[in-house]
């Protein structure tokens, strides 16, 4: 049994929070290091973190969190693991194979084989890189983070886009395939808890994220993403379940409270906007504001998002540094946000309602959120 949510106080027991955290991405553009070197060089990734994550301190200062060095984040290791190829291309992400895709029934007989994680190439590389960054700080937990992703996402990361066409000419081969990747993603994770040292069953609580499960029809969400979404977690924890999964539609926000879902990251979801989602679910949620929004907003704007997200219900309202936001046109943007959320927080806990936060909006901030605010 996992930890069940009560959703007729949960929301409303749910503190207001706030943040701004350094990222990788911040780190790498001050300190000059380009993205492929990071992704393959030990000294780059030790440079970024130990000169950028110093400078970005120096720029925003105390209030920003600060992201502890990793290896570099690869989505893709477990894919890897079943013969995908990485590629990490000259100024931009590492990108994975679709190995599977001329073939679900050869994707299926795969993943019934055992297979020994630690065997991929990139795994001992990284494995080799973490030695490397974690003698760089000692007096530092480094993440090892050569990770997977939810069934969903892993299925399409496998298949490409001959997956979408599975989901309606083969379900029941399908549901075969995301029960596979399932219980595969799960023994990677085990895997992986013997490199990191934690626990497998995690009391507390663990996040999945599974993007490609917004494309997913709503109809097909009981059968071909919640009963994976509930293995994976049951796999986990036995504590607090929480998802990122980007760009949900209106009518697949219901299912993140049959999913028993305590907290839901929306991050990057143009469908979305924080009235709608606590209009169609009772799950605590996050209101981000991404990196590229800022070139288009004004002081102003950033202060009103903030205040309106947490008016229309967004338990937290978030943004995390990347490039672009160290420029010093948007240093005064971002310093906006945290003046921003640290009233929103002040009212709160000093007894102001969400109504009350909404009359801190501009008139023009009022037109423009929701409506209009990506336009």
């Given at each position: 049994m996992h930890l069940l949510p009560d959703y007729k106080t949960l929301r409303q027991e749910t503190p207001f929070e706030w943040s701004v955290t350094g990222s990788y991405l911040a780190y790498m553009k001050m300190a000059e290091v380009p993205i492929r070197d990071f992704f393959l060089e030990p000294d780059a990734c030790i440079e970024v973190y130990r000169a950028g994550r110093q400078l970005v301190g120096e720029l925003f200062g105390p209030d920003v969190g600060v992201a502890r060095p990793t290896t570099p984040p690869i989505s893709y290791g477990h894919p890897h693991s079943l013969g995908a190829e990485l590629y990490f291309p000259e100024g931009g992400e590492v990108a994975v194979e679709h190995v599977f895709q001329d073939s679900l029934d050869r994707a299926i007989a795969a993943l019934k084989q055992p297979v020994d994680f630690g065997r991929a190439p990139r795994a001992q590389f990284y494995l080799d890189f973490l030695a490397k960054v974690k003698k760089a700080f000692p007096d530092e937990e480094v993440w090892y983070s050569y990770s997977w992703e939810g069934p969903v996402t892993t299925a399409y990361e496998l298949r490409g886009d001959a997956f979408f066409l599975d989901v309606l000419d083969e379900p029941e081969k399908t549901r075969e395939f995301l029960g596979l990747i399932t219980t595969s993603v799960l023994d990677f994770y085990r895997w992986?808890?013997?490199?990191?040292?934690?626990?497998?069953?995690?009391?507390?609580?663990?996040?999945?994220?599974?993007?490609?499960?917004?494309?997913?029809?709503?109809?097909?969400?009981?059968?071909?993403?919640?009963?994976?979404?509930?293995?994976?977690?049951?796999?986990?924890?036995?504590g607090k379940r929480t998802a990122h999964v980007e760009d949900l539609r209106p009518a697949q926000v219901p299912f993140l409270e049959t999913a028993g879902l305590w907290y839901y990251d929306p991050s990057v979801s143009r469908q979305l906007n924080p009235q709608i989602i606590a209009r169609e679910c009772r799950v605590p949620f996050g209101w981000r504001l991404v990196s590229f929004h800022y070139r288009n907003m004004t002081v102003r704007d950033v202060e009103d998002f903030v205040f309106q997200a947490a008016a229309d219900g967004a338990s937290k309202v978030f943004t995390i540094l990347e490039g672009t936001m160290c420029e010093a046109a948007h240093v005064p943007k971002v310093e906006a946000f945290i003046r921003a959320g640290k009233e929103a927080k002040r009212l709160l806990l000093s007894g102001a309602t969400r109504a009350d936060l909404a009359k801190l909006v501009s008139e023009r901030g009022r037109r423009k959120f929701w409506e209009t605010w990506l336009a």
């Open positions: 992986h808890c013997t490199i990191s040292g934690r626990p497998v069953l995690k009391p507390d609580g663990t996040m999945i994220c599974d993007d490609i499960a917004s494309m997913i029809p709503p109809r097909l969400w009981e059968t071909l993403v919640l009963p994976y979404w509930d293995q994976y977690f049951a796999g986990m924890t036995t």
